[in-house]
């Protein structure tokens, strides 16, 4: 079946770098796409969306870019602080229901993101 | 954003037995989720629970097994029925909080269950 995947497991960076968080999908008919943070013990927690009719969106210390060429997402986070100690998902999402529904989300395994002092 | 709690938070439990989940949203919604993230793995989807008619399952999950209610729009329950060690995972709701008609919509996750079958 469609799977959604990641290119590293873990990452580690120096507080103050920059991150790149990477993610590799194979349905090319997936038209949204989805960074989540989770913390431990948490649930996961929205962070940037991204429709497949645009290549970037940024927000705030956050940027996500899409090459659906490749089939390609990736998250890049900013001046990289202690709070962002978490493991990143991307999801996706090839299902455009009557009214907008996100309907199925696919999620990928998951990168651990350990920020140093 | 929609606010949403999970009852119980964790629990163990004995094989064979049952466990009900309650997910409770701070406004209605029309869409729900459950899903299943198993240890130090990524989150799988159940099924999607909607008001007024039966859940639909994904692929390799069934309603015997996963029994979901959804008596109203604020609220869903998943059972995990006759369970064994491999139904040890986190289980979580979320929901769809809709904006504007043909956006699409956020997915807001609880903060999930923790389940340890013995």
């Known amino acids: 079946g469609e799977s959604v995947g990641l290119h590293l497991p873990t990452l580690s960076v120096q507080e103050g770098d920059n991150s790149i968080i990477n993610c590799a999908y194979s349905?090319?008919?997936?038209?949204?796409f989805i960074w989540y943070k989770q913390e431990s013990g948490k649930g996961p927690q929205f962070i940037i969306d991204?429709?497949?009719?645009?290549d970037k969106r940024q927000g705030q210390r956050v940027t996500v870019l899409l090459n659906k060429t490749v089939k390609h997402l990736s998250l890049q986070i900013a001046a990289t602080q202690p709070g962002d100690s978490a493991v990143y998902f991307c999801a996706e999402s090839a299902v455009m229901n009557y009214g907008g529904s996100q309907g199925n989300l696919i999620f990928g395994k998951g990168t651990k993101l350990s920020v140093k002092p | 954003s929609a606010v949403i709690s999970q009852k119980p938070s964790r629990d163990i439990c004995q094989r064979g037995t049952s466990l009900t989940i309650q997910c409770q949203v701070d406004s209605q919604v029309t869409m729900m989720f459950w899903y299943r993230q198993q240890p130090g793995q990524s989150l799988t989807l159940i099924a999607t629970?909607?008001?007024?008619?039966?859940?639909?399952?994904e692929s390799g999950f069934v309603i015997d097994k996963f029994p979901i209610s959804r008596p109203n729009l604020t609220f869903s329950t998943l059972t995990v029925s006759n369970m064994s060690p491999e139904d040890s995972s986190i289980y979580l709701c979320?929901?769809?909080?809709?904006?504007?008609?043909?956006?699409?919509?956020?997915?807001?996750f609880g903060p999930g269950t923790r389940l340890t079958v013995l």
């Open positions: 349905n090319s008919a997936s038209d949204y």
């Open positions: 991204i429709r497949s009719n645009m």
């Open positions: 979320s929901v769809e909080d809709p904006r504007t008609y043909w956006d699409y919509n956020e997915q807001f």
């Open positions: 629970a909607n008001q007024g008619s039966e859940a639909t399952y």
